[in-house]
């Protein structure tokens, strides 16, 4: 039926229409759609830190030096008269010269030990030029490598040449009336390295290099004169940089704005009551305005990395280019223009002087009535003023847009008790709004005030600092050293233990502990005295699963690489308690259970035979996650499998040398790629097969070339399917897995075990001569273990399998290349060797203080790469303590037969010469998946923004609300088509050859879209405009075929999952249009399925409502699986056929071929139970169908043709229908009671629920009567009266209704 396209793509809708839309597909779940499924498992990109000074610095000497000449004039300035005569708010002629000139240096240097009180002063008072340079050597040496201060006021000497030269006074006896010049770069001569020269003149010049690090402020431009207005003082450049609020102040009585402060006069000003350093007074408040205004304006204007140096790096030169923006605003009043190196951007003109008038004009508006009548004083509303500012900000705040500039006074106001929770409520939300806004705050400089606020005992602080925390922790993890230094750490480890903390509150401190331990040994030791451990366990069962998750996570950092820790854990039985998380409904929390055992075995230090038990079971433990089904859990295992590896790396080397033995000796048959008799799905052979379409993620599948048939002596390991969590031992572990593709890399040629070799690995039956080689110990724990990395290495999920080849390599390099004394020793002499243990440390620790053991043969050292051949060249040079995996070949022939399996032997310090050139590592001991990298960016990006997909306005809302609407009109439209009855269905509508035979079709319930599935690859068509959309490998081994395809999420964002007969399952998105298909994820849904080219393979049934995955094929069982949990929820044992969730399993049973259908009730998400066994069909069950109305009744076809229906409560068929024989294929459309048989001879019949054929279809359509091959598949769709056949010809053909009804 050719739908109406206007409507479908029309954005316009009914009200009806959209209550029905919510009615249905607004309520339903969405499967594999976390972000576990959309994101790559890594973490965030680390960002530069440009906050953090990496060369802080302190001005410790300062340099006074006044060349006054009090009472004489400078021959080359003519001042007025009046004149501005007061110098450091002296009038110099009010007392007798020298003393004049005494009395301003010790006022100058009070005024600058206002703002550095405990740097060195040295005054220089009209001083000659060996004494200015005695004086800058004699401070530049004490001052080492730190800054210098040279103040000069030469305002009783003429102005600067123009060559850049400042006048001092020659050395004349009793007298200094004269002048001689000294260059300033010869004053920077005296003072190298790092200094600053406030009040100098600057030459208009460039610095020569030996003043890149000198900073200095002028009070004005070569060409200009300072202002000489009598109501100023004669050093305003000087008056600014050192006592700005009385300037300020007083500058501000003498603007016109002022008369509109009555009362205020410039005697009264300086009365004002207060010191500066108290907040609570007048002079206190304004100078704490004054400073964060200034910052404010700095950080807005100022570039960052200018900022930092000037305004962050030295207190004393932070408080200088404050005062100095206030200069810059006085000075250009009268014409003068301070200058600066480096230079600044203007400033005088900034939005924020405006609320420096505004607070000024508030507070001397007080003034009189303070003063005179002693009124209390009333603080200033401009910090609730800039938080509501900054609030608003919040609510618009986004990232392309500019800074708020009120963000520095937030850091201000943090000083403050009556502001201090709200702006810590606001600096939180601007931090929520991700990283970018973290690295603002940080280069602004919340560190210090965060850090100091630690200390506070309030508890209505603590949500908001541990929030704080937790977005700073998430983004710069370098803040773990400031946190246990000041002893920060403590205030998290309270947070933790208060049980009266929300548990997401609990969370964010457990993940800032987390980081704080992370690879840091002192935040180890600090938070193990903490009783970290402890309070971690006690949080294991809490409900909330981010919170479990961090806290496995946690205790994985603390005692990773740390023996202290991983023995008070042990004393806890921590471990034990972990083993409850294995088995947890969320996957993250499973994956964190498996790294805190990882690292718990992962542990470098010398075992024990306590510690090795220990480590047995934690790893028999881990292993039972074999078949979980997400793979991020996976990944997980096989890293924490890894670190087994490790530890016990001599004891797995003589188990890989025994499989590799095996492995050479065993034969393998040939597969069966040609097609036999019944075969549906035979191997392609046509000559003209489209090139596959590339598939991200997933670039390195390939075919397996081997055949992949179990051995007989391996079938009796296999897992408890009938549930429960049996016991684990050498016999539940399956070994029938589905064999991966994807085991090789570009370079897989360099593999020591290739994908073919592991395959028969895999069958080979190592039992019984491991047992008599080794002892039941070692075969019970390693040889299992080793199973397991095998079983991982042939995953169905490329990155597991990645993984477990890398381990599985580094083990079978090193047992290839060392000596391999086990093999020449008489098995008798080894039953009685002594317990299991490590026969080295790891190489990822260094012990603080001691010296690193010597590299031995047994030492352990895996990498990432895969070895490359031996004509490769050693580097050079390499650390000091770096054991290789090969390193150089033992002399088995030193070791005596008699010696005990695990004896070290002779150590042998490896030389750097001795190496063979052909070594190369495979795996690190700190081989890790991401995930606890991956699982900080929840902190770092924002929790309290509303989800893009609940926005009402968002641009994903509107699209899952424009497909909902698309589904409502095609679910009427086509109930419309079925409820007036079909009596056709053989207008072909679409045709064209597919690049495989198909095996499997899949009609899109909504859109136009058709999946055709051939024994390995996908392809899309558009069965509307006769287009193919995509095809693409499904990556499943060439021994293994589709054999069934289910559409997830087809109401919405749509999943495809595809599943072989090897019982792996795998999910794809981005199939069909113009991205390229990825993997969302993939995993095994039946562990014990034997691929083969007859029967039905592995058969999935999948409910959207409740999202349960049901999973069977040519086996006893059933899986139910949970996809929002990933795991198994029950199997359900020895049935032959379920409907209902199944739609149809064969089996053959004794001989005789029956049908079981199971009518299942279910009583919670994971119980069900069977009330109903049907057996009347006499041959292989080919479809079978529950009516999905109330009196719906059960349909069931065999492939001799009959057809049977049954009701649900009574266990006989109440009819049988006859249709043809030599059925391959059938269905039955769900929604207009029509069923269709595809035939081996070559036809389809179409029936009605009666049993009628409507229409009988034997030739394509437009081919010159050409007749369509053998039905390989054939499926209805989901709603429209439509049809779609495959053939063995490799056709694809879809039918449909007659013209008239569509």
Not at 69 to 95: F, H, Q, Y
């Amino acid at each position: 039926m050719k739908m109406d396209s206007d409507l479908l793509h029309s954005p316009a809708v009914g009200l009806a229409e959209e209550e029905e839309a919510d009615m249905n597909d607004w309520k339903l779940p969405l499967a594999f759609m976390k972000k576990r499924h959309s994101e790559k498992i890594e973490g965030s990109k680390a960002l530069a830190q440009s906050w953090r000074m990496k060369d802080r610095m302190k001005t410790v000497s300062v340099a006074l030096v006044l060349c006054l000449n009090v009472g004489v004039d400078p021959p080359d300035v003519v001042k007025t008269s009046p004149c501005a005569r007061l110098e450091c708010w002296i009038d110099p002629l009010s007392m007798s010269p020298q003393k004049a000139l005494e009395t301003i240096g010790a006022n100058l240097q009070k005024q600058y030990e206002n703002w550095q009180p405990r740097a060195r002063y040295k005054q220089s008072l009209d001083p000659t030029v060996d004494e200015v340079k005695k004086l800058c050597t004699s401070l530049r040496r004490n001052a080492k490598e730190e800054r210098v201060l040279f103040h000069y006021n030469g305002h009783g000497v003429p102005r600067p040449t123009v060559n850049g030269e400042i006048w001092v006074f020659n050395k004349v006896p009793h007298t200094r009336t004269r002048n001689t010049f000294l260059h300033i770069h010869t004053l920077n001569t005296y003072i190298p390295v790092a200094a600053i020269n406030p009040s100098h003149p600057l030459a208009q010049m460039p610095l020569p290099p030996s003043m890149k690090n000198c900073i200095q402020l002028a009070a004005c431009e070569a060409s200009e004169l300072l202002p000489m207005n009598p109501d100023l003082p004669a050093d305003l450049f000087t008056s600014c940089l050192t006592t700005p609020i009385k300037i300020a102040l007083r500058w501000f009585c003498m603007q016109k704005s002022a008369k509109l402060v009555p009362g205020v006069t410039l005697d009264l000003i300086e009365k004002i009551p207060g010191r500066l350093n108290d907040r609570r007074t007048p002079l206190g408040e304004l100078n704490w305005i004054f400073t964060a205004i200034t910052d404010t304006i700095a950080w807005n204007v100022l570039p960052r990395d200018l900022f930092q140096k000037l305004f962050r790096q030295d207190l004393l030169v932070a408080s200088l280019f404050r005062n100095f923006l206030l200069a810059e605003r006085i000075m250009r009043s009268y014409n003068c223009t301070p200058v600066s190196s480096p230079r600044l951007p203007p400033t005088y003109m900034h939005a924020m002087w405006q609320a420096w008038d505004l607070a000024v004009d508030i507070c001397l508006s007080q003034l009189p009535t303070i003063i005179e009548e002693g009124t209390t004083f009333r603080p200033s509303p401009f910090f609730g003023e800039q938080l509501t500012a900054f609030e608003v900000w919040l609510t618009m705040g986004v990232e392309n847009r500019n800074p708020p500039e009120q963000l520095p006074i937030v850091l201000q106001v943090l000083l403050s008790q009556v502001h201090r929770l709200r702006a810590l409520d606001l600096l939180g939300l601007f931090l929520d709004l991700g990283p970018w806004a973290v690295s603002l705050a940080l280069s602004v400089g919340i560190f210090p005030y965060v850090l100091k606020l630690l200390q506070s005992s309030a508890r209505e602080l603590r949500p908001l600092l541990v929030f704080i925390w937790a977005k700073i922790l998430a983004v710069d993890s370098s803040c773990q050293a400031d946190l246990v230094k000041d002893n920060g750490h403590k205030y998290f480890l309270s947070v933790l233990a208060d049980s009266y903390m929300p548990a997401e509150h609990r969370t964010m401190a457990v993940f800032i502990l987390a980081v704080i331990v992370n690879s840091y040994n002192t935040g180890q030791e600090a938070c193990l005295q903490g009783n970290l451990i402890a309070n971690c366990l006690e949080q294991l069962s809490d409900p909330h699963p981010l919170l479990r998750q961090w806290v496995a996570i946690c205790l994985g950092r603390i005692w990773q690489n740390f023996d202290p820790a991983r023995w008070c854990g042990v004393r806890d039985s921590a471990h034990e308690k972990l083993y409850t998380l294995l088995s947890d409904p969320i996957p993250e929390v499973r994956c964190a259970a498996v790294f805190a055992l990882g690292t718990f075995v992962g542990n470098s230090a010398e075992r024990t035979d306590h510690s090795t038990t220990i480590d047995h079971n934690v790893a028999m433990m881990l292993a039972q996650l074999i078949n979980d089904g997400s793979p991020v859990v996976r990944k997980e295992l096989v890293v924490a499998l890894s670190h087994l590896v490790v530890q016990y790396e001599s004891n797995f080397c003589t188990v890989a040398l025994q499989f590799i033995e095996e492995e050479k000796n065993y034969t393998v048959p040939s597969p069966a790629n040609t097609a036999e008799p019944g075969n549906l799905t035979p191997v392609r052979d046509s000559p003209a097969i489209p090139r596959l379409r590339s598939v991200n993620s997933y670039t390195n599948i390939r075919a397996a070339t081997t055949a992949r048939n179990l051995n007989k002596s391996l079938q009796n390991l296999n897992l408890n399917e009938e549930g429960g969590p049996a016991a684990f031992s050498p016999g539940n572990l399956s070994t029938s897995s589905s064999a991966s593709s994807t085991l090789g890399s570009p370079d897989n040629d360099e593999y020591i075990l290739s994908f073919e070799t592991i395959d028969k690995m895999r069958r080979v039956s190592s039992y019984s001569s491991l047992n008599s080689l080794i002892g039941v110990s070692f075969n019970s724990v390693y040889t299992q273990i080793w199973r397991v990395l095998l079983h991982l290495a042939a995953d169905p999920f490329p990155e597991v399998s990645d993984l477990a080849m890398k381990v599985l390599n580094s083990i079978a390099y090193k047992a290839t290349m060392n000596a391999r004394p086990q093999r020449i020793l008489d098995s008798g002499s080894l039953t009685q060797s002594a317990p299991a243990s490590p026969t080295s440390k790891g190489t990822h620790i260094h012990q603080a203080g001691g010296s690193p053991p010597m590299p031995s043969t047994s030492s352990s050292s895996l990498t990432n790469e895969v070895p490359k051949p031996p004509a490769r060249e050693q580097p050079a040079t390499r650390p000091p303590y770096t054991p290789t995996l090969g390193g150089q070949a033992p002399h088995s022939h030193q070791f005596p037969r008699t010696r005990k399996m695990f004896d070290k032997g002779p150590e042998q310090a490896a030389e750097d010469g001795d190496e063979p050139g052909g070594h190369r590592n495979y795996i690190s001991p700190a081989l890790q998946t991401g995930l606890c990298d991956w699982s900080a960016k929840y902190f770092a990006q924002p929790v309290t923004k509303i989800p893009e997909e609940h926005d009402l306005e968002s641009q994903v809302r509107m699209e899952r609300q424009w497909r909902f609407l698309r589904n409502t009109r095609v679910r009427r439209q086509s109930r419309g088509i079925t409820q007036r009855g079909v009596s056709r269905l053989d207008d072909q509508i679409f045709i064209n050859r597919n690049p495989g035979v198909p095996s499997v079709v899949k009609f899109h319930p909504f859109n136009t879209c058709i999946a055709v599935a051939d024994k390995d690859s996908i392809c899309f068509w558009d069965w509307e405009k006769g287009e193919r959309l995509d095809y693409f490998y499904n990556g499943n081994p060439r021994y293994t075929r589709i054999t069934s395809m289910e559409y997830l999420n087809g109401h919405d964002c749509s999943l495809l999952l595809t599943a072989t007969d090897d019982g792996a399952l795998r999910i794809w998105k981005n199939f069909a249009d113009q991205k390229n298909p990825e993997m969302v994820t993939a995993w095994q849904g039946l562990s014990d399925m034997l691929p083969t080219t007859r029967g039905a393979g592995m058969v999935v049934d999948w409910e959207q409502e409740t999202g349960l995955l049901m999973t069977s094929g040519d086996v006893r069982v059933i899986r139910i699986w949970d996809t929002d949990r990933e795991m198994k929820v029950q199997v359900l044992s020895d049935p032959v056929c379920m409907t209902n969730f199944l739609k149809k399993v064969t089996m053959n049973r004794a001989g005789t071929w029956a049908l079981s259908i199971l009518v299942l009730m279910m009583f919670t998400v994971s119980q069900l139970c069977r009330v109903m066994t049907y057996r009347e069909h006499g041959a292989w069950v080919v479809k079978a169908h529950l009516q999905k109305e109330t009196d719906g009744h059960i349909i069931s076809v065999s492939v001799n043709g009959d057809v049977r229906f049954f009701e649900p409560r009574s266990p006989d068929s109440i009819n049988v229908l006859q249709t043809v024989k030599g059925l391959t294929a059938l269905d039955i459309h769900p929604q207009a009671n029509l069923f269709a048989c595809g035939s081996m001879n070559q036809f389809i019949a179409v029936y009605n629920a009666n049993g009628d054929v409507i229409s009988n279809i034997k030739y394509y359509d437009g081919f010159m009567g050409q007749r369509i091959g053998a039905i390989s598949c054939l499926a209805f769709h989901p709603y429209w009266p439509h049809l779609a056949v495959g053939s063995n010809d490799y056709y694809m053909s879809i039918y449909s209704a007659e013209k008239r009804l569509r």
